[in-house]
């Protein structure tokens, strides 16, 4: 095969599984492929002995891959759905560019980007998602969890309180025992860099590690115009808020300098799928978080990680996030996925205008909410699924029950969205089957109640009144027949009966 055929045959599947090329977890497979190229000189046979090669080392994970046994399975179909709301996002206009800081301001108000990454790896980005920004206040919850992972829960906590504030994330205020709110205001991170400081910790955390740098001009841009933060530094410090031996301005300092952290939307969505997977990065496979820190940590930004609209968000979207001033949204879909979107424009109280919009249009067109019902609520996409699958399983179950004339089996499946005209192989409804079955309660609700189509014919050309003929299921050919005619008036004729009226309730009602 020429190279590109090469990567086509082993590398175009990746992006139908969402496992890209620099994965860190195909290094060998990679270096093994490019070398081969190499030796070749432009055409490599890919024969059983080179296949082997490449693909040994990454085995378990390729075959995972291709057997779609990923968190999600089509990942394909997944991405595109994630493009659209990408696009339909990306017409919202409106908020202001963040502009107290010129390496802020300098960002035009039409940069969007989204990136996502699956506790499996599988990854996918739309848009501006390779330009570099600030984290902000996106760092306050990576922040907390190292805290926590390395000085633990009891310790950070004497220090600061686990309550949103109701204020804004910058006032000058602590809770009843003199403690910052929560770690997700200023005063909380502020208090939080001290202890970590006071550790002697200096080195750049793992979980920040995926593209880690540290905007100096803004380090220095946020010191400068910072006297809200030294105003609650000293505020702090004359509460004793500090642990002893603390040095206030060497916190702050640091605070700053993680504000200033630089990522883009493909780092940061690792990040953020890191908590979304128990503290285990999913494209290297390392702990780089206990399971309690992300627990505290998912926590503490579902009730206060969006700063006024904290409430709000927890209601509507329902999962954890963190924004920051620059215009990042960190989204955490526990156990699922992370997401990274960042479009400067703010609103009012400091969140991203189209990282807001994007999170809300997510839940609605997928059941992530974290109180969305997995296992009804069937109008909502559910992509830890394969799509056929469900329809498969939908189709059996409603035949199964019509089979066996259980009508409240069928109810359920009503009140959870099932297509009750759903046909199997043979085209058979579940009205044929429960009319050749001579079921006559199921008939009934699946007339009266489901107001499904009964002229629909199967693949031998026989509609449900056939198959009750042929039966000889007298019951139910006279049920049949009543409703056959009241159906053909309902949805032809204009002027209606008393009957048909009520026959249209029914079908509003149910
Ligand atoms: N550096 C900003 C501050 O401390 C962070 C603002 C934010 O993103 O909320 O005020």
Not at 160 to 168: N, W
Not at 249 to 260: G, V
Not at 421 to 439: I, M, N, P, Q
Request: aromatic share 8%; proline share 5%.
């Amino acid at each position: 095969l020429p190279p590109s055929g090469l990567f086509t045959g082993l590398l175009e599947p990746s992006l139908s599984t969402g496992l890209w090329t620099s994965d860190p977890r195909l290094r060998d497979c990679m270096r093994h492929l490019r070398r081969s190229m190499q030796e070749s000189a432009g055409t490599v046979m890919v024969d059983q002995k080179l296949f082997r090669k490449c693909v040994g080392a990454n085995i378990l994970l390729l075959t995972q891959a291709f057997r779609r046994k990923f968190i999600i399975p089509d990942f394909e179909v997944f991405a595109s759905n994630m493009d659209q709301l990408y696009y339909s996002t990306q017409r919202q206009e409106g908020g202001h560019v963040a502009d107290y800081i010129p390496q802020l301001a300098k960002f035009s108000p039409n940069l969007w980007g989204v990136s996502l990454c699956t506790v499996d790896g599988q990854r996918h980005s739309a848009g501006d998602t390779k330009v570099p920004f600030c984290l902000q206040s996106c760092v306050k919850p990576l922040e907390y969890a190292i805290a926590v992972h390395e000085i633990g829960t009891e310790h950070v906590h004497r220090y600061v309180g686990k309550e949103p504030s109701g204020l804004k994330f910058n006032q000058l205020s602590l809770n009843d025992e003199d403690k910052p709110h929560n770690p997700m205001v200023n005063a909380g991170a502020i208090v939080i860099s001290s202890l970590l400081k006071v550790r002697g910790f200096l080195g750049v955390p793992k979980v920040l590690k995926p593209s880690v740098c540290i905007c100096l001009q803004s380090f220095q841009s946020e010191k400068e115009t910072g006297d809200r933060n030294f105003a609650i530094g000293y505020y702090l410090k004359e509460k004793k808020c500090f642990p002893e031996n603390a040095d206030m301005i060497a916190a702050l300092d640091f605070y700053f300098q993680l504000c200033s952290i630089e990522v883009t939307c493909e780092s940061g969505c690792v990040m953020a799928a890191t908590l979304a997977n128990g503290g285990i990065c999913p494209i290297t496979g390392e702990r780089v978080l206990s399971a309690e820190a992300v627990r505290n940590t998912l926590s503490l930004m579902h009730s206060c990680g969006m700063y006024d609209f904290s409430g709000q968000f927890a209601f509507h979207v329902g999962l954890p996030a963190k924004s920051g001033v620059s215009g990042a949204v960190l989204l955490v879909v526990p156990n699922i996925m992370g997401i990274m979107c960042w479009s400067p424009p703010l609103d009012r109280v400091g969140n991203s205008v189209r990282g807001i919009h994007f999170c809300q249009e997510l839940v609605s067109l997928f059941n992530f909410h974290n109180y969305d019902n997995l296992r009804h609520f069937a109008r909502k996409l559910d992509p830890r699924r394969l799509s056929l699958d469900d329809r498969n399983k939908s189709v059996v179950n409603l035949m199964f029950a019509a089979y066996s004339g259980d009508v409240s089996a069928l109810r359920r499946f009503a009140l959870s969205a099932v297509d009750m005209e759903e046909k199997d192989y043979d085209s058979r409804t579940g009205l044929h089957v429960a009319s050749a079955e001579g079921h006559v309660e199921a008939v009934i609700f699946l007339t009266e109640m489901c107001k499904v189509n009964p002229h629909i014919k199967d693949r031998w050309g026989n509609t449900p009144l056939d198959d009750a003929r042929q039966f000889g299921r007298d019951g139910v050919v006279s049920v049949l027949t009543e409703y056959q005619q009241m159906y053909l008036c309902s949805n032809g004729s204009q002027s209606k009966t008393e009957d048909q009226r009520k026959f249209d309730t029914v079908k509003v009602v149910v």
